[in-house]
């Protein structure tokens, strides 16, 4: 059973009278054990529900809905499976003391890695496991894998770890359809490296359905940690150069472009980020490929509706990766609306310069260079700052901590042109009040 966290107000689960802490014992007779039980298990019309009560009372509960309707319940994530690896560059390795304890979960579990889409490198999977994926079908999975050479995969891993290619057969010869990654480290897995990875796990396609090639990610704690470092600008262009040609190969052969490489490396080497339609079906979106190419036609479709607003000067905060690009989207913008717009890169001290990504920014730094700035109105800032559901940033600073200190609105957006523009209307419509 799975105890319940949480009841969206209005939601069908609401109505049924559940609340935090009553338990989910079984649908439609079968027993709840995880999320995929239940994911799995909510998916038709009609549900009968038994609940362990928190006065220890059963209640079997009958709901008629739409198969695809959310009941509106948040669950418990039971029994996380975690990681052993020791990986050369692993992120939370390089965070420092004092953030909350959820930030330092090093987590390796399929259940997540096909309900929300996390990388896993199927070090830890036991036959139970396999025999569930391939019996349920447990499809799409990510696949961190690095390297295909086993050698150099055990290196960036730090650990011993089966041969990666023997397992991607197995759930490919079975019927589950898998994504990969390759994080990409100077000096130790690109070049020949890379290349034979791309041309080995290009074999499996299309079953290995994409690869992302991302830059790797280092913070300045890095103390006692092996030595690595960023991509170079002629690194960053020779990549581009290798992926580019297999994009070719693979795109007259098979039909499909397969290898797609991070927005962070065409920005590295100063190239020119491919069109929309080059990512296909944005397999890799979260994994920051095809972020810009999206972005912009997004933008086009909002400066074609937007229509002058009550405002006089709004404030936009983004990572330093991302500042020109914003700022070439709220110049156009600002001729719609007639909102004068201003672009706030803030440099993340806390984690280093060399992290320039907007979701890494903590609400120290941007109190620290938001305060005593001309604000304008209010500052909207991007939702992936924020733990998921939350108002709470990396360091534990709220939105309404960073209000009250900045003496004006703060609001986070979604994370697109259609948010900016959202939150631009809210407060022209005053429904954020400065604190």
């Given at each position: 059973m799975l105890r319940i966290e949480s009841v969206e107000p209005g939601s069908y689960a609401a109505e049924l009278g559940l609340d935090a802490g009553d338990r989910l014992v079984s649908i439609n007779h079968t027993q709840i054990h995880d999320l995929i039980d239940y994911h799995r298990s909510v998916e038709v019309e009609y549900l009968l529900l038994d609940v362990l009560h928190q006065d220890g009372e059963i209640w079997e509960l009958e709901i008629t809905k739409e198969a695809h309707a959310d009941l509106g319940l948040q669950l418990e994530h039971p029994?996380?499976?975690?990681?052993?690896?020791?990986?050369?560059?692993?992120?939370?390795?390089?965070?420092?003391?004092?953030?909350?304890?959820?930030?330092?979960?090093?987590?390796?579990?399929?259940?997540?890695?096909?309900?929300?889409?996390?990388?896993?490198?199927?070090?830890?999977?036991?036959?139970?496991?396999?025999?569930?994926?391939?019996?349920?079908?447990?499809?799409?999975l990510y696949v961190s894998v690095h390297a295909t050479d086993d050698r150099l995969r055990e290196r960036l891993l730090g650990c011993r770890v089966p041969p990666i290619l023997p397992l991607i057969r197995r759930l490919t010869e079975n019927g589950i359809e898998l994504h990969c990654q390759i994080v990409l480290c100077p000096g130790i897995n690109d070049g020949k490296a890379l290349q034979r990875s791309i041309a080995e796990l290009g074999e499996f396609y299309p079953h290995v359905r994409s690869l992302a090639v991302v830059p790797v990610?280092?913070?300045?704690?890095?103390?006692?940690?092996?030595?690595?470092?960023?991509?170079?600008?002629?690194e960053a262009v020779e990549t581009l150069r290798l992926i580019h040609s297999c994009q070719e190969s693979f795109l007259r052969d098979r039909g499909s472009r397969f290898v797609f490489a991070a927005d962070e490396i065409y920005l590295q080497a100063g190239s020119e980020l491919p069109e929309l339609s080059d990512y296909e079906d944005l397999f890799q979106i979260e994994n920051g490929v095809g972020l810009i190419a999206r972005f912009r036609q997004q933008a086009q479709e909002v400066l074609l509706e937007a229509d002058p607003l009550e405002l006089r000067h709004v404030c936009l905060v983004t990572g330093h990766s991302f500042g020109a690009e914003l700022r070439d989207f709220t110049e156009r913008l600002t001729v719609r609306t007639g909102v004068k717009l201003t672009v706030l890169p803030i440099e993340n001290s806390f984690f280093g310069t060399d992290v320039t990504v907007t979701g890494l920014l903590t609400g120290a730094d941007l109190l620290s260079q938001l305060q005593g700035q001309d604000l304008g109105q209010g500052v909207l800032i991007p939702d992936v700052i924020l733990k998921e559901g939350e108002e709470l940033l990396l360091d534990d600073l709220t939105l309404t901590d960073l209000a009250e200190k900045l003496r004006v609105p703060v609001l986070a957006v979604d994370s697109s042109p259609w948010g900016v523009l959202e939150g631009l209307e809210e407060l022209a419509d005053g429904v954020v009040d400065i604190i």
């Open positions: 029994n996380l499976k975690q990681c052993d690896n020791n990986c050369i560059f692993c992120f939370i390795h390089q965070l420092p003391k004092g953030l909350r304890r959820s930030l330092y979960i090093k987590d390796e579990d399929y259940r997540f890695s096909y309900l929300y889409g996390s990388y896993i490198t199927l070090s830890n999977l036991l036959e139970t496991d396999y025999q569930r994926i391939i019996d349920q079908q447990l499809s799409p990610g280092l913070t300045r704690y890095r103390a006692h940690l092996p030595q690595l470092r960023k991509l170079n600008t002629g």
